[in-house]
């Protein structure tokens, strides 16, 4: 496998497990709700649904949803990712960091 390919293997397995972590405890629910009340608040204010774009909901949504993030995965993710960047530049290898 080429270093091109592992590093492909490597986020996707990354993406996967942000994903599945989100999903388990119940941010991805949390955020979709923030958007549905987002977009009412919006439309009670008058302005038409087709003028709403993906980048004004983002714009709304964002902040509360990087707060309403659990500090137990951004830790998880920051060993991960660190651990991940050690192994690259050769400071240990996969079975000295079974994080």
């Known amino acids: 496998m080429s270093q091109n390919e592992t590093t492909f ?8 497990l942000v994903c599945r972590r989100l999903v388990e405890c119940g941010w991805m629910d949390e955020v979709t709700m923030l958007c549905k009340e987002k977009l009412k608040n ?13 980048e004004d ?3 709304d949504v964002a902040p509360d949803a990087r707060r309403m ?4 995965i951004k830790r998880e993710l ?6 991940k960047l050690l192994q690259t530049a050769g ?3 996969e079975t000295d960091s079974e994080s």
């Open 91 to 93: 400071y240990f290898d």
């Open 9 to 16: 293997v490597d986020e996707e397995n990354f993406k996967s």
């Open 78 to 83: 920051k060993v991960k990712v660190q651990n």
């Open 57 to 59: 909901l983002f714009n």
């Open 42 to 54: 919006r439309l009670s204010k008058g302005q038409a649904v087709k003028s709403i774009t993906e």
């Open 69 to 72: 993030l659990p500090d137990t």
